[in-house]
């Protein structure tokens, strides 16, 4: 079964910044991988998704992931951190019947003055 | 806006109570997933609804229930409740030909004291 990995549960970085929140699937190359954002009190958003022969996804709000079969990962970055990117970042691809998702940990990210 | 409606919002009851959330899917969405977030478990999978019929089951204990209905809206009916069971519930839906994209409703806050 396909499964995502989210590599650190906290990132904190300055204002202005880049943000780079790592995300690593399973060894089989999925059809499908997405990117969610949770701002405070509310739902999850759909930041971003990658199709099959994608490498980089450009997403909302100026983020953009890149595809890299080699590393076996799906990272979310964004040159420039703006306060209003605080939020939880959540990775998932399709898994099982029925083509639920299923979530990786999640990744809180803090952006600082 | 996802175009996903869930009510109530937010709802507090007791131990041992019952009570039922709603989901109004996306308009012509045939897709409806139920999730689970709480803080030590992270977002779970609960169960899938494809036009009326049960499509997958995850997490979801027995004590919990689901149904969609001929209009497609959706309700997940939660019973003996435990303060375990505190936590925010999910909605999302997914149309035959999103590509695999499911949008989340707001989502539900239940508090069980």
């Known amino acids: 079964a396909q499964s995502v990995t989210q590599l650190g549960s906290h990132v904190s970085v300055s204002e202005g910044a880049l943000v780079l929140l790592r995300c690593n699937y399973s060894?089989?190359?999925?059809?499908?991988l997405f990117w969610y954002v949770q701002y405070p009190n509310q739902g999850l958003q759909l930041l971003l998704k990658y199709t099959t022969g994608a490498t980089l996804v450009k997403g909302i709000n100026g983020f953009e992931a890149e595809f890299k079969k080699s590393e076996t990962s799906f990272h979310l970055t964004k040159p420039s951190a703006h306060m209003s990117d605080a939020a939880e970042y959540f990775c998932?691809?399709?898994?099982?019947?029925?083509?639920?998702?299923?979530f990786g940990t999640g990744t809180q990210l803090k952006v600082e003055l | 806006d996802s175009g996903v409606t869930q009510t109530p919002k937010h709802l507090i009851t007791a131990t041992g109570q019952r009570v039922t959330l709603r989901c109004s899917p996306r308009s012509g969405d045939l897709s409806v997933y139920w999730y689970q977030q709480s803080l030590d478990q992270g977002l779970q999978f609960l169960i899938q609804y494809y036009n009326g019929e049960e499509r997958a089951k995850g997490n979801i204990l027995e004590r919990f229930s689901a149904q969609q209905f001929p209009d497609l809206h959706s309700e997940l009916n939660l019973s003996s409740l435990e303060l375990g069971d505190s936590a925010l519930y999910f909605c999302a839906s997914r149309g035959d030909g999103s590509g695999n994209t499911i949008y989340f409703g707001e989502g539900s806050w239940l508090t069980v004291v």
């Open positions: 060894s089989s190359v999925p059809p499908y």
């Open positions: 998932a691809d399709p898994t099982g019947g029925g083509n639920k998702l299923t």
